[in-house]
T-cell receptor
Framework: EDQVTQSPEALRLQEGESSSLNCSYT??????LFWYRQDPGKGPEFLFT???AGEEKEKERLKATLTKKESFLHITAPKPEDSATYLC?????????????FGIGTKLQVIP | DAGITQSPRHKVTETGTPVTLRCHQT?????MYWYRQDPGHGLRLIHY???????DKGEVSDGYSVSRSKTEDFLLTLESATSSQTSVYFC????????????FGPGTRLLVL
């Protein structure tokens, strides 16, 4: 069974204090790994897709990396507006529908 | 933002009543999905559609049915709502099912009393 585990469940940072969120996964036949940001009362907002180990993607203060067992979302010099829940998801399988499994998320709070 | 709207955005209903949630997209994407999000759980797939009149079950499909009569609309029906179906429901779309990002709507918050 595909599994996605995100850690920590919650993270509190001071503004400017860089850190990383972890997403570890166990799947058969990874097709892609996705990072989303979710604000309270809103739908998940797409951030990145990573397809193969060694791949990295950046957007503003966020950088996502992928290995064969986990992905990291690095947040450099975060600002209060980066406060949100960050979701990781993996897509695996072959053929028609390829299942996407979501983690529970990491709730990030950035304190001014 | 992907052109996805959901209606209603909030609904309160009573146990045993039927409820229909609507998802509308303007992106002409082939795939549409219904998820539910509950505390302590990741997003869980209820049903998905891979074309007009083509649908299939997800991991938590019991008590739910779907229909897709047009590319742009995907309906989720709770035939007889139960308290365990109190949740936040999200619609998502993608252009294909393989290596293709899913984009989410704003969600519908449903409370079953």
């Amino acid at each position: 069974e595909d599994q996605v585990t995100q850690s920590p469940e919650a993270l509190r940072l001071q503004e400017g204090e860089s850190s990383s969120l972890n997403c570890s996964y166990t799947v058969s036949g990874l097709r892609g790994l996705f990072w989303y940001r979710q604000d309270p009362g809103k739908g998940p907002e797409f951030l990145f897709t990573l397809y193969s180990a060694g791949e990295e993607k950046e957007k503003e203060r966020l950088k996502a990396t992928l290995t064969k067992k986990e992905s990291f979302l690095h947040i450099t010099a975060p600002k209060p507006e980066d406060s949100a829940t960050y979701l990781c998801a993996v897509q695996a399988g072959s053929g028609g529908y390829q299942k996407v499994t979501f983690g529970i998320g990491t709730k990030l709070q950035v304190i001014p | 933002d992907a052109g996805i709207t959901q209606s209603p955005r909030h609904k309160v209903t009573e146990t045993g009543t039927p409820v229909t949630l609507r998802c509308h997209q303007t992106e002409n994407h082939r795939y549409m999905y219904w998820y539910r999000q509950d505390p302590g759980h990741g997003l869980r797939l209820i049903h998905y559609s891979y074309g007009v009149k083509d649908t299939d079950k997800g991991e938590v499909s019991d008590g739910y049915s779907v229909s897709r009569s047009k590319t742009e609309d995907f309906l989720l029906t709770l035939e007889s709502a139960t308290s365990s179906q109190t949740s936040v429901y999200f619609c998502a779309i993608s252009d294909s099912s393989g290596q293709e990002t899913q984009y989410f709507g704003p969600g519908t918050r449903l409370l079953v009393l």
